[in-house]
C-alpha cells in the first residue's frame, strides 16, 4: 500500500538542496507525477527557448535527485515591459511541492534567481501572482516585491492530447529592483 506524504513537512537542511538548470531528461519529472502534465508541451517549448538564451529553466533538488521546486525565467518577451532582454526579466511557474513549504525553499531558490539575474546584468525582475493566493503575495512582499499593476491574466496553452485551454487568472504584477 502506497501512502501520499507530500503534505508532510520534510526537515530539510537548505545547505543540502542542489539549484540547477534543467535538462532535456527532467522535463518528465517538471509534470510532478501528473499534476502538471497538461503543460508538457509548454515545458518541451520553453526548454527550447533556453537552448537560444530566451529563457532558464531552474529546479531545486535533494542530494538524492527529488525535486522539490522549479522556477522559470523569461528573459525576453514579445511583453517588454515583462522581460525586455537586457534590464527586465520575469519569472513565472515558481513552484515548491507541498512537504517543503514554509522552510525556506522558495526564498532559497528565489534569491539564486536573483542573484544570477543581476551577475546577467539585470536590474529588475518582474511576476504575475494569482490575486487569490495569498500565500505568494505575503512571499513575495517579504522578499522586496511591489505590486505595479493588475493584470487580466489571460492566456492559453495546448495540453498533451492537443487541446487548446484559454485561462483567467487575474493577477497582480509585481516588481523587485536586483541591481
Known amino acids: 500500500m502506497m501512502v501520499d506524504a507530500s503534505h508532510l513537512k520534510n526537515d530539510i537542511d537548505l545547505g543540502d538542496l542542489i539549484i540547477r538548470q534543467v535538462v532535456k531528461d527532467d522535463l518528465p519529472a517538471l509534470e510532478w507525477d501528473g499534476e502538471y502534465t497538461q503543460f508538457r508541451r509548454m515545458y518541451a517549448s520553453l526548454y527550447r527557448d533556453t537552448q537560444t538564451g530566451r529563457a532558464l529553466m531552474w529546479m531545486i533538488e535533494t542530494e538524492k535527485g527529488d525535486m522539490v521546486g522549479q522556477a522559470f525565467v523569461i528573459l525576453r518577451s514579445g511583453e517588454l515591459s515583462a522581460a525586455d532582454g537586457e534590464r527586465r526579466a520575469y519569472i513565472f511557474s515558481f513552484r515548491v511541492k507541498p512537504g517543503y513549504r514554509n522552510q525556506g525553499v522558495g526564498t532559497f531558490l528565489l534569491e539564486f534567481i536573483h542573484e544570477d539575474l543581476r551577475r546577467r546584468g539585470f536590474k529588475f525582475v518582474t511576476l504575475n501572482v494569482a490575486k487569490d493566493n495569498p500565500n ?14 493588475s493584470h487580466a491574466g489571460k492566456w492559453s496553452y495546448t495540453d498533451h492530447e492537443g487541446i487548446t485551454h484559454h485561462v483567467d487568472e487575474p493577477a497582480w504584477r509585481m516588481m523587485k529592483r536586483i541591481g
Open 136 to 149: 505568494a503575495i505575503r512571499l513575495y512582499r517579504r522578499l522586496g516585491y511591489k505590486v505595479i499593476s
